[in-house]
């Protein structure tokens, strides 16, 4: 997805935020009370050191010693109090603004149709869900306090410089707006040599994970210098970029102490002179010594703080982007209301459903295409009717599975379920009544047991043992360690490919569905296994509207009709005898599959 790189006030993206940070506002209250008055405390300090020096060592008399020491003890618990509360709501508000964010925008990602998935990559989608909401979660507590207690902090110790004596502080203030501009110019330096070596450092992490996970392609295709070549050469450049990086700081850090030091000799000149014409005590000059060592370092860390605020913008917009993306499939707000939502559904209001579909004069064309798939297109397909759809690769075959499922709507005319518009029903009212079983099977964590109930939450070990057998994966199950309590890995990874689309038939089954859906679900399977399934699938779409995506066309000889697609349109449809008869492109592509399997059956011997 293409980023939005148009520059915008700073308070517009936290405005974006502000529903997610509202509830939450005490907390945050609370924790930036107590990090000012932390900040206050820290910089009454120094008044101590001034108080000993005056009192004790220069007045030579403890009285008062017991006082001084009750005071400064009491103050050290109150800080330790303070502190840990504003570090303690700090992590709260941090950790709930997180949880609610990818809450948010985990439970958006559901509601979103198949078009956003299809044009955005997983590790787009997974930085939106998990980097950029990390980061908002940090910058709202965190980055907050920062700027808080420096904030406070510097603020607090001007006001007692100014106190004390202000002679010396207008001297000091004369640092201040130096300070602030040379700090954040090289921060500016910084903060872009950063971002670099954190490009730099994905790229060479990606290259890594690629390695590992290719390490097959990379042998067959015999490219290892190659790639050794393009991970060198990323490897240089972040070295080269670091070293930059490490050089710039170098001067920074520098530069601060340099204008710590600044600071101190133009107290230690004037706060001498001072001192000298009896002007001033020794405790004074110390607390000003002490307050010109350590002004640096807040000026420092609220230019820091802004930075980051600035940055974090980035990845508001990006989450923002997320949450305002409208699905282009969804159910209207009448139908909402009378069948409920995806996640609150009204299933006593749900009609069952039959499995009668009509295609009512279709027009449709993808969401980023330009040339209409379907034209005017009619089909009526009765309760328990088997359609086939068979094609070259990247034909379009899909087209009529993802209209029939609601994945798309069509551009123009209907898609009647049991006679009435789709749209008239909830979407979660159809997919509940629909088996899908992809060509790429997909199996979640856990075990055979779990991913199985997926179908069917309700379902009992029998009920799960008579789908196995069904699609003949009983054996596969029962060869396992712990049977149905077997892990499968993740995806699947502990199956095979065969192993994995067997359970993805039981679980598709398992759920009963009204109307099925086998996407290239067998090509996937080695001959021997298709065997196995194809009377169990025969047994199983009795009875059901099916719709079957075929690569292999001798699975299909027998379906009621035959969908002949070209080009992403569909050019023949008819029996799988009648298709024959015509000599047109469906025999075609059946006598040429044929001779394929016929040479390769030679080839073996």
Not at 304 to 323: D, P
Not at 405 to 432: K, N
Not at 547 to 565: M, P, Q, Y
Request: aromatic share 10%.
């Amino acid at each position: 997805m293409k980023e939005d790189n148009r520059v915008r006030h700073p308070l517009f993206g936290f405005l974006k935020i502000r529903p997610y940070v509202r509830a939450y506002r005490r907390t945050i209250l609370t924790m930036v009370l107590c990090g000012a008055f932390v900040s206050m405390i820290d910089a009454v300090y120094p008044l101590f050191n001034r108080y000993a020096l005056d009192h004790f060592v220069a007045g030579k008399t403890t009285d008062t010693m017991l006082q001084f020491v009750l005071l400064y003890v009491l103050v050290l618990m109150v800080q330790v109090v303070t502190n840990f509360t504003s570090t303690y709501f700090s992590g709260k508000v941090e950790m709930s603004v997180d949880r609610d964010l990818r809450d948010a925008s985990f439970k958006h990602l559901q509601e979103l149709s198949f078009s956003y998935f299809n044009q955005n990559n997983v590790g787009y989608i997974h930085a939106r869900v998990m980097s950029d909401t990390g980061k908002i979660g940090e910058m709202t507590a965190w980055r907050l306090m920062d700027l808080v207690w420096n904030g406070s902090y510097l603020i607090f110790m001007m006001i007692l410089m100014l106190v004390i004596n202000r002679r010396l502080f207008l001297w000091l203030l004369i640092l201040v707006p130096i300070d602030f501009f040379l700090i954040w110019l090289f921060q500016k330096k910084l903060i872009v040599l950063n971002r670099k070596i954190r490009e730099l450092n994905s790229r060479i992490t990606g290259n890594f994970n690629e390695g590992i996970t290719g390490a097959r392609s990379i042998k067959t295709l015999v490219v290892e210098k190659r790639m050794q070549e393009d991970f060198e050469q990323d490897s240089e450049e972040m070295r080269r970029v670091s070293v930059g990086a490490g050089h710039f700081s170098a001067m920074f850090i520098s530069l601060v102490t340099l204008m710590g030091s600044t600071a101190l000799a133009l107290v230690l000149w004037k706060g001498g002179q001072i001192t000298m014409d009896g002007v001033i005590r020794i405790g004074t000059l110390s607390v000003f010594m002490s307050y010109a060592l350590s002004m640096i370092d807040p000026i420092q860390q609220i230019v820091v703080t802004i930075s980051h605020l600035i940055g974090i913008q980035v990845n508001i917009e990006r989450f923002s982007r997320l949450m305002e993306e409208k699905p282009d499939v969804a159910d209207s707000p009448e139908v909402l209301a009378r069948y409920g939502d995806i996640f609150h559904p009204k299933k006593e209001n749900w009609e069952p459903i039959h499995g009668d579909i009509e295609f009512d004069h279709v027009d449709f064309r993808y969401p980023d295409g330009e040339e209409y798939v379907l034209k005017d297109f009619c089909l009526k397909v009765p309760q328990g009717t088997n359609v086939a759809i068979v094609g070259e690769t990247g034909a379009g075959k899909s087209t009529l599975v993802n209209l029939v499922c609601r994945f798309y709507e069509p551009t123009r005319g209907r898609v009647l379920i049991d006679g009435r518009d789709a749209r008239e029903r909830s979407l979660l009212w159809l997919h509940s009544s629909i088996g899908y079983v992809l060509q790429t099977p997909h199996l979640f964590s856990g075990t055979v047991r779990d991913n199985l109930r997926y179908g069917n939450p309700d379902a009992d070990d029998d009920e799960i043992w008579k789908a196995l057998k069904l699609v003949s994966a009983e054996d596969v199950v029962r060869k396992m360690d712990k049977g149905l309590d077997s892990e499968v890995g993740e995806g699947g990874d502990l199956l095979s490919t065969g192993e994995k689309q067997l359970l993805s038939f039981a679980r598709a089954l398992l759920a009963d569905p009204k109307i099925l859906v086998l996407d290239e679900a067998t090509s996937s399977i080695d001959l021997m296994t298709e065997h196995k399934i194809q009377d169990a699938i025969r047994t199983v779409i009795a009875g059901r509207t099916s719709f079957v995506v075929a690569h292999r066309l001798s699975t299909i000889v027998g379906a009621d009709v035959i969908l002949a697609v070209k080009d992403g349109k569909i050019v023949e449809q008819g029996t799988h005898h009648e298709l024959m008869q015509r000599h047109g492109y469906y025999y075609e592509l059946y006598t040429r599959q044929y001779a394929d399997m016929a040479a390769d059956l030679a080839a073996g011997g």
